[in-house]
Structures are given as structure tokens and as C-alpha cells.
């Protein structure tokens, strides 16, 4: 799909790592957090093309288990609400 790795919780895909880089999934709820620490979204075709809904994870963030904590149960949340999105989408049509 992208060359990368895909980290699951349950079936709930909520991060990925490419290019030795850990990215975790944004929503409205979390993007804040990623974008106040000037991190990028992944773009899996260079610079120029379309990103996608998962922004590098800061390095002080993972070398703190701590920290690193709650920003990864804030991504398996955005995962959630994007997977119940998409439920209710493909029950409608």
C-alpha cells in the first residue's frame, strides 16, 4: 500500500511507520496537537503529492513512554470515529 509498516489496535489501524518514521492518525480532535509542534502530515508521494490523515509523531513524544501515552490513545480514537464514519456511510448508500 505505501512501502510502510501499519500498527493496529484490534482491527483499528491508528499508525504507520515509513522511512523510519512513526506516524500516528489525526481527526479534527488531535490535528492540533501535531500542527503546534510544526510536525507534517505523511505524504506518501513526495512532497508533492496528497497527504494523508496521519502526522509524524514528535521524537520527544516517543522517547517518552508517558508522553507518548495519551497521543496514541488519542489516534486510536481518531481511528474509531473514522471507522464508524465509514460504517454509517456504506449502510446508507
Avoid at 15 to 42: C, P, Q, W
Avoid at 65 to 93: D, F, G, N, Q
Amino acid at each position: 500500500m505505501f512501502g510502510g509498516v501499519g500498527i493496529y489496535s484490534g482491527e483499528l489501524f491508528f499508525a504507520l511507520i515509513a522511512d523510519d518514521t512513526l506516524y500516528f492518525k489525526v481527526d479534527d480532535s488531535n490535528r492540533g496537537d501535531f500542527e503546534a509542534r510544526r510536525m507534517g502530515a505523511f505524504r506518501p508521494y513526495g512532497e508533492a503529492g496528497e497527504s494523508m490523515q496521519y502526522y509524524q509523531v514528535p521524537e520527544e513524544i516517543i522517547e517518552d513512554p508517558e508522553a507518548l501515552r495519551p497521543w496514541a490513545e488519542k489516534a486510536i480514537a481518531a481511528a474509531s470515529r473514522r471507522r464508524l464514519t465509514s460504517v454509517r456511510t456504506r449502510r446508507r448508500a
